[in-house]
Structure formats: C-alpha cells, structure tokens
C-alpha cells in the first residue's frame, strides 16, 4: 500500500482555479473561534497556492447543520479570522446553497492569488450522502482540486470524493502528504522496533485496529479501560473495571494470536484503583495500587500503576517507530493521569519516530505539554484510526497517482 499521490509540489495552478478542500471544523462559542489549530495547520497549503498564484477557493464543513442552513454554523467568522492569519483578505460567498449566485461571482471576477471562502459544505444535504449535484456544481467552480482534510478522508463525501472524480487533477495538500507520509507508511513499512500503544475506554472502538497492528509491530501494548477486558481473559479477578464481556473471546484469540506471531503483547501489571468513578470527572479521588492479580472486587481501575508505567516505558526506550492511539487511564482527573503523562514523557524523550493517532491520545499530549516533542500528531481521531485499521480512506484514495 505504497501511497504515492499528486502533491501542491506536483502541479502549476497559476491563473487556474483550485478548489481546496481544509478542516475548518473549528469549536465556536457565540460565533468566536475558540480554538483555531485546524486554520493555523492549513495555513501552508494554503500559502503555496497563493504564492503560485492560483485563483484559491476554499471550502470545509463545520458542525452538523444536516443539509440546511444553519446561521450559528456559518463559515464567515472563519472567513474574517483567515484574513487576519493570511494578512489578504479572505472573501466570504455567503449562499445558503453553498455553490450560488454569490460564489459563481465571487469566482468569476477572481485575479491570480486571490482567496474567496464557500460555505459550509453540510448546508447540502448530497454532501453528506456524495450526491452527484452537489458534488458538480463544486467541479464547476475550478480546474484543479487538492484535498488538504484528513480528518473527513475516512468518509466519502462530495467535498472530497465526489467532485475528485469530476476534475482532471485531484492532488493533496502538506496536511493530508503528512498522514500519509507518517500513519499511512509508518504502519506499512516501519523502521523496527515498531511499538504500537493502544488505550481508550472499549475493545469493541479497536477490534480491527489489534488484530491489524499485532501482524504489523513486535510489541503491542494495550492500557486503558479495554485492557481489563484482556486480564479477565487471562483469569484476572478485575473488580468494578470496565469490561465488555462479549468480548473475552476475542481477546483471548488476540492474546493467542500474539503468541502464534511471536509477539510481545504487554498488558498492565498493575493499576490505580478507586472506589467509585470520580463525579465530576475531575474530583479528588483515593487511589490504592494492586498487581493485576491481586485487584479486590470491590475496587475499580482506572489508570496503569507505576510497574505497568515503567514496563510500558521501558518497552518504548528501544523502539524506532512508537504508534500511540488512546490514553492509559482516566486522564481528564489529575490522580488518574500519572500513567497517560509516563507514556507521553517517554515518547518525549525516545529519539524514534512517535506518532499520535488523533482523538484523545492528541488532546492528552497537547494538554500535557509534550506535543512539539512528537515527530507526528494526527488531525483525524476516526480517520486515524482507520488507517491503523490498514482500511483504504476513501479521501486518500480519491487523490490522483503519481
């Protein structure tokens, strides 16, 4: 699965028109942008069409409108904070149809590095479904196409599928070359040691991604609420812990499978327990440390202990390629963070290639401070762990080859 696609390097867009397609689904709290990551990571794709002097026609959804237009999910607060980060102005088509009056005229009248902004793209209702009158009337406006939205690329929609299909060239921007230079070959062919570190709540999130990761990496770790699934396969007593006990089976075939592979599968040898379930999520709680086999009935764990931590860092020390998707523990409590910060600082400190799957394992290590010590760290939560799944992304797929 060598992914080898047309890149913004690829192509001359001077005086043509390029429609590009971003991830500007940025939080808003009364119409202000409350976290603007998504506009700053598309800002040098967007620079290098602008140097080259294409006529630039962005589009992005935002939130859910479900095929109508919604006021409080208008793209045009990140119309005007674009202008600022661009230092030109950004100019809005407001069309609650997206492709109208006000985008045709807008494109018309466009010179060569010149940036107009579409609106939500979910204001269609074909959007969502790839319908092919929408995903028209966005080929109309433009010669080229580039596909800068990893965390879309999992899903087959007109803004990113359907209108590749209607132009001659399909290329992909410095964001989407990213992933696919690091979660899409990394996985496929790793520098070893290949490390792969999974957590999160549920095994049922993850199925796909163990059994696909134990055949690609020599060492799989597993922390989080879904390894209390593995230590009840293995006979563990594992007290008020979450568990999915559909799936004990699975777990033991993947604890089976490991050993058939000659693969290290690492579990937790011990954890942080606690009496209830901290409520708010955030409230002090009373942790007491047990081994794995030693875990009283009434206590419930909620993050990987010191041994387990210091197992788990040990295993990273010597690996050339570190995959990390979901955290060790309940992270959002500062108690039940210990083992989510141990796995962050020893990706921080190892000179492999680190990367981070999207979703929380991301916010975790932005939140901790550690996200500049990462070789990579996926925009796309869902998208991501697809791609870990070795699942074709119908948005990469999408793209024209080399």
């Known amino acids: 699965m060598a992914l080898n696609k047309v890149s913004v390097d690829d192509i001359n867009v001077k005086g043509k028109r390029v429609l590009c397609r971003c991830d500007f689904n940025v939080p808003l709290k009364e119409g202000k942008i409350t976290d603007e990551n998504r506009l700053v990571a598309a800002l040098p794709t967007i620079k290098k069409l602008i140097a080259d002097g294409g006529k630039v026609i962005l589009c992005s959804h935002l939130g859910k409108p479900k095929g109508e237009p919604k006021p409080e999910l208008s793209l045009a607060p990140v119309a005007a904070r674009l202008t600022e980060l661009l230092g030109q102005d950004v100019k809005f088509a407001a069309d609650p149809e997206v492709v109208g009056a006000n985008a045709k005229a807008a494109v018309e009248a466009m010179k060569d590095g010149e940036v107009i902004l579409l609106e939500n793209t979910r204001y269609r209702a074909e959007e969502t479904k790839n319908g092919e009158a929408f995903s028209k009337d966005l080929a109309s406006l433009c010669d080229i196409f580039v596909n800068d939205a990893f965390g879309t690329a999992h899903r087959a929609h007109c803004s990113n599928v359907g209108v590749s299909e209607l132009v001659d060239t399909a290329a992909v921007g410095y964001l989407m070359q990213k992933e696919i230079d690091f979660l899409g070959n990394a996985v496929e062919n790793p520098v070893r040691p290949f490390v792969a570190i999974l957590g999160g709540a549920k095994v049922a999130d993850k199925l796909n991604v163990i059994s696909n990761l134990l055949e690609k990496c020599d060492t799989l770790i597993i922390g989080g609420g879904m390894a209390y ?174």
């Open 229 to 402: 699934t593995f230590l009840k396969a293995q006979g563990n007593e594992i007290g008020k812990s979450l568990v999915d006990d559909s799936k004990l089976d699975y777990c033991k075939e993947m604890l089976a499978k490991a050993e058939k592979l000659g693969k290290k599968l690492l579990l937790p040898v011990d954890s942080a327990t606690i009496t209830d379930f901290p409520n708010p999520i955030d409230a002090p709680v009373e942790v007491e440390v047990y081994d794995s086999d030693k875990m009283p009935a009434d206590r419930e764990g909620c993050d990987i202990g010191p041994k387990t931590a210091e197992l788990f860092a040990d295993a990273v020390k010597s690996a050339k390629t570190v995959v990390w998707n979901g955290p060790m523990g309940v992270f959002e409590n500062p108690t039940l963070a210990k083992g989510t910060i141990a796995v962050a600082k020893a990706l921080a400190e190892t000179d492999a290639t680190t990367i981070i799957g999207g979703g929380d394992s991301a916010a975790a290590v932005n939140q901790l401070g550690f996200g500049d010590k990462m070789s990579h760290i996926s925009t796309g939560g869902g998208a991501s762990l697809e791609f870990l799944e070795g699942k074709e992304l119908p948005g990469v797929a999408a793209a024209t080859d080399k």
